[in-house]
């Protein structure tokens, strides 16, 4: 056989192998592309924690809260044929269209409860829906089953403002309505978190490490100049109670209190077959609007998830 012609044959079987390999390849990436697609999306399970983020977050991602419970702080407009929420004040009296319908009717008793809020700041709780777009269409969807509508005081954004050094710590300066400083905090190099409680008490966190017990937070009340004691261990916040772990008495407890009195109310709640020790349990703690709260923790093999449901005072169960 001339050079010429093993050339010719070696140049088919290289040609003929490359094919083979393609469609390999190919087939392979068509099967998964089908398998991924036959597979569900989302779980079934419903999203009941309710997300608190931005009127502008609500704008630019509608998709990731769909259906899902939120809380939006914003000027609210309620008139007839007008009813929503915007980012600022100046959205409603410009019309900007960064508008988020709200869904309470007209002279509905939700509607009559809350015209008098018209033009004002406010915090609402609902569930987001992107497909509705209210009167003619002109929003960026709709917040339906309200479940809170209240007043909000704007200033608390201003009273508490946490502030980066260029050392790289934060520092915070604290003040009630009236000016006095309630508490000033220089160069920590604490992780900072602010909760907002109500209109008018906030909570300062630190994180110092990792574990629960490295989480002290003080709670300021802006209107009323009340300063709290230090908690530690704490899951949350709702209302005018702070719900912390606590371990005494060789036990392990979830504690219900008052923030700014103790004698008003104080409730423990003792957890058994916990994964940690002492008041470093696993835990997390979910907030049912401002009914009660379920704490859910890992029991001692690390695996079993076990909830308890905690109601405040004057809340019982449906």
Known sequence: ??????????????????????????????????????????STEPDTKIHEISIYELITSPEEYHNKKVRVIGA????????????????????????????????????N?????????????????????????????????????????INIMYNSAICGNKDGTYSYTITDYNGWVLDS???????????????DVIGMTHQTGTKLSTRQTTYYDLKNSK????????????SSYVIYADYFDEKQY?????????SEYYAAYEITN????????????????????????????GKTKTDMTIYFPNKKAE
């Open 76 to 111: 609210s407009s309620v008139k007839f044929e007008s009813t929503y929420i915007a980012p600022y004040q100046d959205d409603i009296y410009y019309c900007t269209d960064n508008k988020i319908w709200l869904d309470i009717g007209y002279e509905t008793p939700l509607y």
């Open 1 to 42: 056989m001339s050079s010429k012609k093993l050339l010719i044959v070696i140049g088919v079987l290289v040609l003929i192998n490359v094919i083979l390999i393609t469609t390999v390849i190919v087939g392979f990436f068509y099967t998964k592309s089908i398998i991924d697609d036959s597979m569900p999306v989302n």
């Open 185 to 199: 905090v220089k160069n920590t190099e604490d992780i900072l978190e602010k909760q907002i409680v109500t209109t």
């Open 227 to 238: 300063v709290s004691e230090k908690f530690t261990s704490v899951l949350a916040a709702q």
């Open 274 to 301: 916990t994964a940690l020790i002492g008041n470093d349990f696993d835990a997390e703690c979910e907030l049912q609007e401002d009914r009660c709260a379920v704490i859910t923790y890992l029991s001692e093999d």
């Open 254 to 262: 979830v504690v219900v209190q008052s923030i700014f009195d103790k």
């Open 113 to 153: 409860e809350t015209e008098k809020y018209d033009g004002e700041y406010v915090i609402i709780e609902g569930t987001f829906d992107k497909d509705r777009s209210g009167f003619k269409g002109q929003y960026r969807g709709a917040i339906k089953d309200i479940t809170r509508f209240e007043s909000w005081n």
